[in-house]
C-alpha cells in the first residue's frame, strides 16, 4: 500500500504487516499499489505452496489484495491485518519476481530441498 502520510520510504507499506520498505525488506508489487514484503511472503509461501495447506478464503465481498480477483485458490490471509489475503498464484508469480531479483537475496523457501528447480543458473551464495 501506499500511504500518503508518510515519508520517502516510509511510503511504501507492505499490505500483510503494513511496514515500511527497507533495503532489506524488499517487496513485490501488485495492483493499484498493493505491496507483500519478502517476510509475509515467505510465510505465505511456506503455508500455500510448500505445505500446501487449503488456507482462507477471502469473504464475500473481498478479493485478493494483490491481483483484486476472487479466485478459488487458496489464499493465505495476513495474520495481522485480517482483510489481506493473497491468492497463491500470486503468491507463485510474486516469488518467482522476487527470486529473479539480483538485489532482494531472496530465495523461495524449500527451493533447495525439492527437485523444483526452475532457476537454471545458480545463484552465487557469498555469504
Ligand atoms: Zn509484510
Ligand atoms: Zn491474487
Known sequence: MHD???????FFKCDFCRRPWREDRPMVEGHRGSLI???CLTAAHLEIV???RPGH???EHGACTMCLERRDDPHWQSPLFESAFICR???RQSA???AKDPDSGWTRPGAAATADRI???PDPDDD
Open 4 to 10: 500518503p502520510a508518510a515519508q520517502g520510504t516510509d
Open 37 to 39: 514484503c519478502a517476510d
Open 50 to 52: 510448500n505445505e500446501k
Open 57 to 59: 478464503s477471502p469473504p
Open 89 to 91: 498464484r500470486c503468491i
Open 96 to 98: 518467482q519476481t522476487l
Open 119 to 121: 532457476e537454471d543458473d
